[in-house]
Every structure is written in structure tokens, then in C-alpha cells.
T-cell receptor, first 114, second 117 residues
Framework: AQSVSQHNHHVILSEAASLELGCNYS??????LFWYVQYPGQHLQLLLK??????LVKGIKGFEAEFIKSKFSFNLRKPSVQWSDTAEYFC????????????FGTGTRLKVLA | DTGVSQDPRHKITKRGQNVTFRCDPI?????LYWYRQTLGQGPEFLTY????????KSRLLSDRFSAERPKGSFSTLEIQRTEQGDSAMYLC???????????????FGPGTRLTVL
């Protein structure tokens, strides 16, 4: 069965620190990968997605993620975080065919200290 | 852009009662998803509609749960004979996609928080 693991449940950083949030998935076939973010009091929204091509994808607000197929990973990175990045981040995966089902990880709560 | 809306935002009910939630997707979006999210977890897929057709249901969706999307516009999720374990946030998302399994961007609503006493 498909699954997504986010190993960091809570992360606290100071402003300007670099960020890397881990995401590993379990699925044998071709997948599409996503990072969603939920800012306090707001809806879930898409940060970035990967479905083919360059494994390094860039999203909004300076975020990027790298798909490493051999490691089944899709880690999210940002070189310098800001206080406004305080949010909960969810990694998600869906199979490229055969199902419309999306599997989300348990989320990582990021707190950025000003 | 009105976004995805959900009604009600909060629902408190007693065990055994039936509840119904409504989701209004972004108007031109043909795809609609329902998820359930409990504390400390990510959204769990419940069901998917493409226009009015319910094309996929999770095994999490017991026979007490039913969803509809008449005319391919708004959708309703009904839970019959609610149980305390049904307490959760119910999220709706919509997207614009073709008939293939494409990488659509889902737009989420604010959710309906259900508390079963």
C-alpha cells in the first residue's frame, strides 16, 4: 500500500536558518509528488509539485524540492526561512495512473523564531 | 475568485444522529475530493468525483458514509448514525483536470469540524 513518511513532526528554526523537511514515500510505480502548506488560520494550499522532468522543482515563496527516485524521497528545502514561513507542511503522493487517491503525510509543524 | 466553500464550519452532534456537510467547489472545477483529517494526521482520502460521477472511494468510507455530487456542481457528504470516532475535520478540495490521471492542483476549502458527543 502507498504511504508517506514525514520524519520531522516539529521543527523550530531562527529566521535566516536553512530548512530541509524530509519526505519519503512507499510505492513501486510512477508517482506524482506534492508539498502543501497550511498557514495558521488558512486553508491548505499547494507549494510545489513534481510529475516529470527536472527532479528539482521550484515552488512559491522560495521553496524547492528534489525528487530522488532511488531514495523514494522528495525533501523540501528553503535556504533562508522567514517568520512568515511558520506553518504546517504536508507531503503528498499519488500514483501516476490507476487511482485518483492522494496520500498525505502526517505533517511537519514549522515554527520560525523572529 | 470565491474559492472552495464548506458549510457548516462546525457541527456538534450526538452519537447516533445523522449529519450532512456541503461543499461548493470553484465554479469551473470538474474534480472534487473529500478528505478526513484527525488531530496530528494529514488529510485522509475519502472519495473522488469527476463531474457527477463518483469514481473512487476509500475503504475508510464505511456504509454509514455517502457522498453525492448531483449535476457535477456542489457535493454533500452524509454520515449516518454518527460515532465518536467520526469526530474529525472534513475537508473538500476541487481541481480542474481532464479525464486522465493528471497532476491537478487541488484547492482546499476551510473544512467542517465535526464533534460527536
Amino acid at each position: 500500500a502507498q504511504s508517506v513518511s514525514q520524519h520531522n513532526h516539529h521543527v523550530i528554526l531562527s529566521e535566516a536558518a536553512s530548512l530541509e523537511l524530509g519526505c519519503n514515500y512507499s510505492y513501486g510505480g510512477t508517482v506524482n509528488l506534492f508539498w502543501y502548506v497550511q498557514y495558521p488560520g488558512q486553508h491548505l494550499q499547494l507549494l510545489l509539485k513534481y510529475f516529470s522532468g527536472d527532479p528539482l522543482v521550484k515552488g512559491i515563496k522560495g521553496f524547492e524540492a528534489e525528487f530522488i527516485k532511488s531514495k523514494f524521497s522528495f525533501n523540501l528545502r528553503k535556504p533562508s526561512v522567514q517568520w512568515s514561513d511558520t506553518a504546517e507542511y504536508f507531503c503528498a503522493v499519488n500514483a501516476a495512473s490507476g487511482t485518483y487517491k492522494y496520500i498525505f503525510g502526517t505533517g511537519t509543524r514549522l515554527k520560525v523564531l523572529a | 475568485d470565491t474559492g472552495v466553500s464548506q458549510d457548516p464550519r462546525h457541527k456538534i452532534t450526538k452519537r447516533g444522529q445523522n449529519v450532512t456537510f456541503r461543499c461548493d467547489p470553484i465554479s469551473e472545477h470538474n474534480r472534487l475530493y473529500w478528505y478526513r483529517q484527525t488531530l496530528g494526521q494529514g488529510p485522509e482520502f475519502l472519495t473522488y468525483f469527476q463531474n457527477e460521477a463518483q469514481l473512487e472511494k476509500s475503504r475508510l468510507l464505511s456504509d454509514r458514509f455517502s457522498a453525492e455530487r448531483p449535476k457535477g456542481s456542489f457535493s454533500t457528504l452524509e454520515i449516518q448514525r454518527t460515532e465518536q470516532g467520526d469526530s474529525a475535520m472534513y475537508l473538500c478540495a476541487s481541481s480542474l483536470g481532464g479525464t486522465a490521471y493528471t497532476t491537478d492542483t487541488q484547492y482546499f476549502g476551510p473544512g467542517t469540524r465535526l464533534t460527536v458527543l
